[in-house]
């Protein structure tokens, strides 16, 4: 609901308790229990009129509640842009959509002088001012899908167990050859060990930016443009190649699913564990 | 409190004193209706003051959850967003990160070198020490510069007629007078660093945890934990972090997928902010 629609409620409910403390007036004392309805009416809508300002989003989906649940929105709470590169929301009639901007970062305080990290922390707060329109910049530590990575590391560990069981069936092998080999075998296990035992997470740092527009593709083309704009305001201010992200990439920083992919939730709930220890 | 607070408390409170004003000819009844009114009148204070805790109690008394989305849950005690899928509860909770203000710190020209120097390592050192998902967002819009200067200039100018209207009276209050010149030297400073170059931000920041379970409860459990952890860690921001409850939650939960125009923003944000 928008605040036209927020003022028309506030002003009927206004109106409503109004005319229930002028029919109160009317009210002769004979039958005050009728002037007790009308005081309550009067007084639910002085309530009804002050929730308007915070709670106006609530109003239609309480009237439609169900089982002590109240549904605001049925579908999901965004889907993906056909370009790929903004999620499109859709709120009644109104249509907007919000493009992320990946910002890599790759200097580190450890490497820097007092110097090099005041200049940093400027940059950084020049950073908050370079839109006028709200921007939100955001630093996500989430877990990294390892599914892949652990599987190539799988494959490098057989193709070289295969590769020392040949050599060891071999009479004529060069023991220095197996021994390589022997070496190599007991790297990627090793690797395989730690790789899988601990916890990767990944630090991502982002804005992001929504423009509404009457159709999908106003919407998805302001937000866009607005997008590319502030890319180059953070490219020149941290001197770094800030880019607009597309697809997959944008889902790791707006899903819980992808933020914690379920390969790794064993990992995230055995250090749950050992903090709980 | 804000321009908008006030009309919508103002007509609120104009009604429940006009039912108080006409229950006085109804004898007994009469005293119901007073009571009835004064009970009104408290519920919309603290609707309007600390609506953060009354939404919860009433949600959590009837048992109440909201659906902002498919597949997530606003629990009713109003602290955590929660994603039911492929049989892992996903919980994600809030906390506010308002920096502190300062009168002193607001007062001096010139920032402070050596804590902007140590805020690069402070953060590095943060993250390392934090094993499980979090966010830390910020929301900034820069505001027009000519209009916030001329605000400034405003309110000084008023603060400086004040002042020398309290130095002219014949008992002049020192501590009053104090605080109206340190006022005055916090708005000089402004507009001085605007003269530097700094532009003038509005901005929210809040932190953002997603923990998960398999089952509800050891989801938020382990949220709680979570949150609890980054209060500790962020702490050294000199940051006040308080969990998130109430209305804030579904607001900051569809930050993640739209961010609204200015005006709704800090609306949104006038009394828990």
Redesign the interface.
């Known amino acids: 609901m928008n605040s036209q629609s927020q003022i028309l409620i506030?002003a009927i409910s206004?109106g409503v308790?109004?005319v229930c403390?002028i029919l109160?007036?009317f009210?002769p004392?004979g039958l005050?229990?009728l002037?007790?309805v009308f005081?309550?009416l009067?007084?639910l809508?002085?309530?009804v009129?002050?929730?308007?300002?915070?709670?106006l989003?609530?109003f239609e989906?309480f009237t439609k509640?169900k089982h002590?649940?109240?549904?605001?929105?049925?579908?999901?709470?965004?889907y993906m842009a056909q370009s790929g590169n903004a999620?499109v929301?859709r709120?009644g009639n109104d249509i907007?959509a919000?493009a992320f901007i990946k910002i890599p970062i790759y200097s580190?305080?450890?490497e820097?002088d007092?110097?090099q990290?005041?200049n940093?922390?400027?940059l950084f707060a020049r950073l908050?001012?370079?839109?006028?329109?709200?921007?939100?910049?955001?630093?996500?530590?989430?877990?990294i899908n390892k599914d892949e990575y652990l599987a190539r590391i799988n494959a490098k560990l057989n193709e070289s167990e295969g590769r020392y069981n040949v050599l060891q069936g071999d009479k004529n092998a060069d023991p220095k050859a197996l021994d390589r080999v022997k070496g190599e075998v007991t790297m990627w296990r090793n690797m395989l060990d730690n790789v899988s035992r601990s916890?990767s997470?990944q630090?991502g740092v982002y804005a992001?930016?929504?423009a509404?527009g009457n159709s999908e593709d106003e919407a998805i083309n302001m937000v866009s443009v607005r997008a590319e704009e502030i890319a180059a305001g953070i490219s020149t201010t941290l001197g770094v190649s800030a880019n607009v992200m597309s697809g997959n990439e944008i889902l790791v920083?707006?899903d819980?699913?992808k933020?914690?992919p379920?390969a790794t939730?064993s990992e995230?709930?055995k250090?749950?564990n050992t903090?709980?220890a | 409190m804000d321009e908008k607070t006030i009309v919508y408390i103002a007509a609120s409170m104009l009604l429940v004193l006009m039912v108080l004003g006409s229950s006085s000819s109804f004898g007994i009844f009469g005293i119901l209706i007073k009571i009835l009114a004064v009970l009104t009148f408290i519920f919309i204070l603290l609707l309007a003051f600390a609506d953060f805790l009354l939404f919860p109690v009433i949600t959590r008394i009837f048992g109440i959850t909201i659906t902002p989305a498919k597949n997530f849950t606003i629990t009713s005690s109003q602290d955590s967003v929660i994603k039911y899928s492929n049989g892992i509860y996903y919980a994600t909770g809030y906390l506010t990160a308002n920096v502190y203000n300062y009168i002193f710190a607001a007062e001096r020209a010139t920032d402070d070198q050596p804590e902007l120097a140590a805020a690069p390592e402070k953060w590095e050192k943060a993250i390392m020490n934090i094993k499980f998902p979090f966010k830390f967002n910020l929301i900034a819009a820069s505001e027009d510069i000519q209009k916030y200067r001329d605000e400034l200039e405003t309110k000084r100018g008023l603060l400086e007629f004040q002042y020398s209207k309290e130095m002219q009276s014949t008992n002049p209050n020192p501590m009053g007078l104090e605080n109206m010149q340190r006022e005055i030297n916090v708005i000089q400073t402004r507009i001085d660093k605007i003269g530097e170059g700094e532009k003038p931000v509005n901005s929210i920041m809040y932190v953002e945890s997603t923990a998960v379970g398999v089952s509800l409860k050891d989801a938020q459990d382990a949220l709680t934990n979570q949150l609890n952890e980054l209060q500790t860690i962020f702490n050294v921001f000199d940051l006040s972090l308080i969990r998130i409850t109430g209305r804030e939650v579904y607001s900051l939960f569809s930050f993640n997928y739209l961010i609204p125009n200015e005006s709704e923003l800090f609306s949104m944000f006038s009394t828990q902010n």
Not at chain 1, 49 to 55: E, I, L, P, Q, V
Not at chain 1, 128 to 143: D, E, F, G
């Open positions: 506030f206004i308790g109004i403390v109160m007036g009210i004392s005050a229990p002037a007790v005081a309550v009067a007084l809508s002085s309530i009129a002050f929730a308007t300002k915070d709670y989003f609530l989906p509640m002590m649940n109240i549904v605001i929105e049925e579908s999901d709470p965004f999620i929301v709120r907007f919000t580190t305080a450890t820097m007092d110097d990290k005041y940093f922390a400027i908050v001012s370079i839109s006028k329109t709200p921007m939100r910049l955001s630093s996500q530590l989430h877990a916890n997470q630090l992001s930016v929504s509404a920083f707006t819980p699913d933020m914690i379920p939730i995230i709930m250090y749950k903090q709980a």
